[in-house]
């Protein structure tokens, strides 16, 4: 079982280049589904939810040529509607294919995808939702059954809560819907606008998406069997793997350039770190952070885009557990978001929990202590941990972190860090 060791203590120096989104990537290979024909995809980052998503597709039958960060998917083979329990149960974004297989098909069978470390992760708005379209569910043996008579029917959806894969996995559908589909409070992460541009690219005709109503024309009127079409489509930055890169600047003190993310879908990061004291600025070149001798304490409270992300909410505790005064932070997407906080505690940060607000009371130093991952944010910032940490830190269980960080060890090692997997 790989760990990773860390020195604390090396302010980060130099230029880490961001990869693509995880959180985009997803939706966009599962959007393949939907074409009749070759995908081309370039910017995919090389992580274990990317290969467990292209291991499902293999299984429904699709075709994936990779080369580095670029894949072709052709779905056309697709023979199989059912997203089977063991593949499902390693990466519960899978759930991304039901949308897709239901229009397609007309039919899917897709295992529930359970809760995980942070939470029950409910997936009831994304079956409402295809009800509204006319499929019919049922939940039988730990599947979701999802049927429609012929194509699923344009109509008006409105989410309770504006959830990302929700959104996503409806915006899918309807693309072959027949009729107009009108989402309402739907998510406005750039991972959805991201889908939406794509599945444009593709044929579809999908509008408002970033806001929070999006207007789907589907093209299941106009032909018996609708497919979009061959496309091809680069992946977006990472912006939660940028914030997180960012954050261990300030946290290092350190100077860094980040290269390769998208300013305009990191505010919300950008502006907590300039209220801590870090300085961060824009350039040609890339995104500067500097860190601060004196970290100030700042309060944040996890939002739906454009607030502050919870993706983004340990690795931020970390910055707030050696700043000067107290912090809270208000975790309100997650029930179950503080898993971090226990292995801080051991390393020496003084946090207290109640409810879903975690009172951060600043000390002088972290010490490195042997830890365990547990989420892939919650396994980040013991990663920023160990590196501001005094001492060495071991952290047990880094595959929670090759899920959603592409060599995260060789990045920090070009920055600088004391830092290696064994
Ligand atoms: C996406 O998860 C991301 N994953 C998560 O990133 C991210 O934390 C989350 O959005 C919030 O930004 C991907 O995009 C693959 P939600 P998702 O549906 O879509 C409730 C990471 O670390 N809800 O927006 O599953 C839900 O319980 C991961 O990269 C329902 O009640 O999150 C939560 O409280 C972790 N019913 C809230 O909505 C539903 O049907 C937001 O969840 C769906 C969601």
Redesign the pocket.
């Known amino acids: 079982m790989d760990k990773i060791e860390i020195i604390g203590g090396t302010p980060l120096q130099g230029t880490v280049q961001i990869s693509g989104a995880?959180?985009?990537a997803?939706?966009l290979l599962a959007a393949s589904i939907l074409v009749q024909g070759a995908v081309d995809y370039t910017n995919i980052p090389d992580l274990m939810?990317i290969k467990s998503i292209k291991l499902l597709l293999q299984d429904l039958g699709a075709t994936i040529e990779s080369n580095g960060s670029q894949c072709r998917i052709n779905a056309s083979p697709i023979n199989k509607i059912e997203a089977e329990y063991d593949l499902v149960r390693k990466m519960?974004?899978s759930?991304?294919v039901l949308g897709p297989l239901v229009a397609r098909f007309g039919r899917a069978r897709v295992s529930l995808p359970g809760g995980?470390a942070?939470?029950?992760?409910?997936?009831?708005?994304?079956?409402?939702?295809l009800e509204a379209l006319g499929a019919k569910i049922s939940i039988e043996h730990g599947y979701i059954e999802a049927t429609t008579d012929d194509k699923l029917i344009g109509n008006e959806f409105y989410?309770?809560?504006?959830?990302?894969?929700?959104?996503?996995n409806l915006m899918m559908a309807a693309t072959l819907a027949k009729g107009t589909t009108i989402l309402r409070n739907c998510?406005r992460?750039p991972?959805i606008t991201a889908l939406a541009d794509a599945l444009n690219k593709m044929g579809a005709d999908v509008i408002g998406a970033g806001t929070a109503v999006i207007r789907i024309n589907g093209i299941g009127t106009d032909s018996l069997n609708p497919s979009l079409k061959s496309a091809s489509i680069h992946v977006i930055p990472d912006r939660?793997e940028a914030g997180t890169f960012m954050v261990a600047a300030a946290a290092t003190n350190g100077d860094v350039l980040i290269q390769g993310a998208e300013p305009e879908h990191i505010g919300g990061i950008i502006n907590k770190l300039r209220q801590s004291g870090a300085s961060v600025e824009i350039t040609q070149d890339g995104i500067r952070v500097k860190g601060a001798e004196k970290i100030k304490s700042t309060d944040i409270k996890?939002l739906?885009?454009p607030g502050f992300?919870?993706?983004m909410q340990a690795q931020f505790m970390v910055l707030m557990s050696i700043a000067e005064g107290n912090s809270v932070v208000h975790e309100t997407?997650?029930?179950n978001?503080f898993i971090h906080v226990n292995e801080l505690q051991r390393m020496g940060a003084d946090i207290s929990i109640s409810g879903n607000y975690a009172m951060v009371r600043g000390v002088k130093n972290l010490s490195g202590a042997q830890v365990m991952a547990s989420?892939?944010?919650a396994s980040a910032s013991l990663v920023i941990a160990g590196l501001v940490a005094k001492g060495s830190t071991t952290i047990n269980r880094v595959y929670h972190i090759d899920?959603?960080y592409e060599s995260i060890e060789k990045k920090f090692l070009t920055l600088g860090a004391n830092i290696r997997r064994c």
């Open positions: 995880k959180n985009a997803l939706p939810d519960r974004a759930i991304l995980c942070i939470g029950a992760r409910p997936v009831d708005l994304h079956l409402k939702g989410f309770d809560i504006p959830t990302v894969t929700g959104t996503e998510a992460e991972e939660i996890t739906p885009y992300p919870t993706d997407i997650f029930e978001r989420d892939l944010r899920r959603g």
